[in-house]
């Protein structure tokens, strides 16, 4: 991997200016890190970065990305996804469900149980990827 471009002077992310000495920081922190969230905690506790409540919040993740979206670190990859609308809704690939046609009086006894195991878990996403109007989402 190559060294992303530096550029000069302070920049803005998140409602906070950036020194070149804190995109230095942040580029360092990012080659000596694993994982995205390290880095980002030790951002917030390097810079002492809090909001006006004196909460530590979501912007020191958003600010990091922001940098990287502008070239300007390179952060390790994801290890996980959070979806963030990338969930497909619709993930059934196997033949349309057949439509019943009938009455609920000509179905008998209906019977609800607490879904308990694995395996229920996943017939039970399965049903509502298939016949939930919206699909299955986590």
């Given at each position: 991997m190559s060294a992303p471009p530096r550029r000069s002077g302070a920049l803005r992310y998140c409602g906070r200016?950036?020194?070149?000495a804190d995109l230095e920081l942040i580029s360092t922190l990012t080659t000596s890190l694993p994982t995205r969230a390290q880095i980002a905690g030790a951002l917030c506790a390097a810079l002492d970065w809090r909001r006006?409540?004196?909460?530590?919040?979501?912007?020191?993740?958003?600010?990091?990305?922001r940098v990287?979206?502008?070239?300007?670190?390179?952060?390790?990859?994801?290890?996980?996804?959070?979806?963030?609308?990338?969930?497909?809704?619709?993930?059934?690939?196997?033949?349309?469900?057949?439509?019943?046609?009938?009455?609920?009086?000509?179905?008998?006894?209906?019977?609800?149980?607490?879904?308990?195991?694995?395996?229920e878990s996943a017939h039970y996403n399965e049903l509502i990827t298939i016949h939930h109007y919206l699909g299955y989402t986590p």
């Open positions: 200016d950036f020194s070149p006006p409540d004196g909460a530590k919040g979501d912007e020191r993740r958003v600010a990091s990305l990287a979206a502008d070239g300007l670190i390179i952060l390790p990859p994801p290890r996980n996804t959070n979806g963030n609308g990338r969930v497909l809704r619709h993930r059934h690939g196997g033949p349309p469900a057949e439509l019943i046609h009938t009455t609920l009086g000509a179905l008998g006894a209906l019977r609800v149980s607490v879904v308990s195991t694995p395996i």
